[in-house]
């Protein structure tokens, strides 16, 4: 089972002018077996609603809770977050020069369990984990994201997320970056993932497309720091069709 709570979340950056405000009031509860789509116009805050939940110190929080299954994450560090079950899929993941994917996922793995997996059933899990992403096993030896291609990056977040197995997964535009064919293959990742018993997905993006192979339970559209109108996926065709004029308009009436 899993449920993340976020209410009334607000949270600030610094700038050369003071502190910004970027969420300002953000409400939203992913239940186990929920898939929720947040679309939105650059700069409402998206990614910062993903970082903040995975703690990324260049955001304050100013206001709000976040729990997960009751725990208070805010409260807890990076890695804590981590093994509680939250898994974050980067925009822009970095590269990890003179870190093998293997060792990188390997390491990974014993942090979050405590303990270290057997080799000889862990190798077949990495391989098989890569294999259904379209990597060779050799991608296993490459340097963590060090010459990827941006749909080689994007498969490695999902082989992350199939071998860690947290209880909620937030997808920062895994989408973004990827031809017809990779993007596929992510979607199809995702909803492997998704078909396990009490797991909860926050999938942020700018477009529907992935919408057409990850179906979302709820559809959120985020403007200006918070959620402006929640529905179903009937939501996400309407803002393909229409944009998020009404709602930008809103905002600055």
Known sequence: MSKLEINDLHVTVDTEDG??????GVTLTINDGETHAIMGPN???????????????????????????GQDVLSLSVDERARAGLFLAMQYPVEVPGVSVSNFLRTAKTAIDGEAPKLRTWVKDVNAALEQ???????????????????????HEIAQLELLDPKVAVLDETDSGLDIDALKTV???????????????????????????????FVHVFVDGKVAESGGKELADQLEANGYDKYVNAVTA
Do not use: C, M, Q, W
């Not at 992403?133 to 340097?143: E, K, V």
């Open 133 to 155: 992403l379209n990597l060779d096993p050799s991608f296993g030896t490459r340097n963590v994201n060090e010459g990827f291609s941006g749909g080689e990056k994007k498969r």
């Open 187 to 217: 979607s199809e990742g995702v909803n492997r993932f998704r078909a396990r018993e009490g797991k909860g997905v926050l999938l942020i993006t700018h477009y529907t497309r992935i919408l057409r192979y990850i179906e979302p339970d």
């Open 19 to 24: 502190p910004k405000e970027i969420l300002k």
């Open 43 to 69: 700069g409402s805050g998206k990614s910062t609603l993903a970082y903040s939940i995975a703690g990324h110190p260049k955001y304050t929080i100013t206001g709000g809770t976040v729990t997960l299954d």
